[in-house]
């Protein structure tokens, strides 16, 4: 198994792995713009780890991007503070590569990128799905806190 940063080189399967997640998500009856994606993509794609990381696991013997973590640091994300933050914007493994290690190893891979860009917190998602409890616990297991939960309702 390797955990790596993705490239551009990666961008269709990176693209196809995200659009997986989305349409296993909450969001799914949210319209995909393509065109827009693309651009989101090449973006974080484009190498600034003081910014943002896109890391993926590659599995050894197919070459196939099978998970991914990408995230942003923020600064000030809150408005009484300076403080640097990694923020996850998705995190998705393959329902046939769960079983194994894959997704604790990005998540590392995730909060060491993280560690060494300065930041003093690392902050995870957990959408409302069937895995939602399992992952709060994972999350509580290994030192994450909640701290807000986002509600929506649609207009």
């Not at 393509?34 to 989101?40: A, L, N, R």
């Not at 640091?73 to 996850?88: K, L, P």
Request: glycine share 4%; with cysteine.
């Amino acid at each position: 198994m390797t955990i790596r940063a993705a490239t551009m080189d990666d961008i269709d399967e990176v693209y196809l792995i995200t659009k997986e997640f989305q349409r296993n998500s909450p969001y799914a009856d949210q319209d995909i713009s393509d065109e827009k994606f693309y651009k989101f993509l090449t973006y974080y794609l484009t190498p600034m780890p003081k910014a943002h990381m896109v890391l993926v696991y590659e599995h050894e013997e197919t070459g196939k991007i099978e998970g991914i973590i990408a995230g942003m640091i923020t600064i000030g994300s809150h408005f009484f503070s300076e403080n640097r933050v990694a923020t996850e914007m998705v995190w998705y493994v393959r329902p046939e590569h769960r079983k194994g290690t894959a997704a604790i190893r990005l998540l590392h891979a995730y909060e060491d990128w993280a560690e060494l860009m300065g930041c003093q917190k690392v902050s995870l998602t957990c959408v409302a799905n069937e895995f939602r409890e399992m992952l709060t616990k994972m999350y509580i297991k290994m030192g994450y806190k909640s701290t807000e939960e986002t509600f929506v309702r649609e207009i």
